[in-house]
């Protein structure tokens, strides 16, 4: 649990830096402290065209054995990533943060795409696995964990044969095999406007069980109830929505590596213009 809270502060760390180095860039851009064609902006845009080219080594560990031999699957995963991020502003710094002519133009904007549609990737990835570097979460195992949570919400108070029920039918709702991705989006909207009101039938069905009401026992209790509820609809709207993300992410796979492609065509050409004409 400290490894995975050290790990995503590490990469939320990361990304502040990334977003205050671009904000002075771009306050910065008409200063023309830079230039595409000599010195160091010349060379910012070599190194971080060769970085967004090493970006290939990701997909190309998952097929070649011996890479994964060399470096764990993880560790490749994270320098696609951090290079997905340095290679982008070694570029825009090289470009100054301007459009040029139509070839660097179309690289620019190509490069722009591949990055945003990797901060999305990247979004949309978190949510069918364990974190970053973690295992695919499943259907499964989400069940067995709501299930887990059910029993534990039942036994906290006198059981009540109609909310069983109604926990039960929002179980059903959520654990739905994946049909389409409207019926998916459906069900996490239902979830979303029921589960305040499950919360609140739940901690009422609690007062009710105590006969013999004291204060302290039923605030004791009421705090164990609301922290087992919440991990509990938590956990059924993340059953519902992990349908739409694996949709998702499956989509965003075909229009990624296109995306790809073409910025290093485009970056291709790019190059060939600057240095032949």
């Known amino acids: 649990m400290i490894q995975a809270s050290f790990k995503l502060l590490r990469t939320n760390f990361l990304l502040l830096c990334a977003t205050i180095v671009l904000y002075i860039g771009w306050m910065h851009r008409s200063d023309n402290y830079l230039s595409a064609e000599t010195g160091t902006g010349y060379a910012l845009g070599i190194i971080g065209g060769s970085l967004m080219l090493t970006l290939l080594l990701y997909p190309l560990s998952k097929r070649i054995t011996l890479l994964t031999r060399l470096i764990p699957i993880r560790y490749w995963f994270g320098m696609h990533m951090l290079l997905g991020i340095v290679g982008p502003i070694l570029v825009l710094f090289h470009s100054n943060f301007h459009l040029g002519s139509a070839n660097s133009s179309i690289a620019l904007i190509c490069m722009l795409m591949v990055a945003g549609s ?43 044969s109609k909310l069983a029920s109604q926990l039960k039918n929002m179980e059903d709702k959520a654990m739905q095999p994946y049909t389409n991705i409207i019926s998916s989006l459906l069900q996490v909207m239902y979830l979303a406007i029921n589960a305040p009101w499950m919360k609140r039938k739940i901690l009422q069905s609690l007062k009710n069980s105590y006969s013999e009401n004291t204060d302290e026992t039923y605030i004791a209790d009421k705090k164990i109830v609301v922290c087992t509820v919440k991990k509990y609809l938590l956990t059924l709207r993340k059953a519902a929505a992990l349908s739409v993300y694996e949709r998702l992410f499956s989509l965003w796979h075909i229009l990624h590596l296109p995306l790809f492609i073409m910025m290093i065509i485009t970056a291709v050409i790019h190059i060939f213009a600057v240095h032949l004409y």
């Open 118 to 160: 990797g901060v999305i990737g990247r979004y949309i990835y978190t949510h069918i696995h364990h974190g970053l570097y973690g295992t695919r979460i499943t259907l499964k195992e989400l069940r067995q964990e709501t299930e887990n949570k059910h029993s534990a919400i039942l036994t906290l108070y006198e059981k009540d």
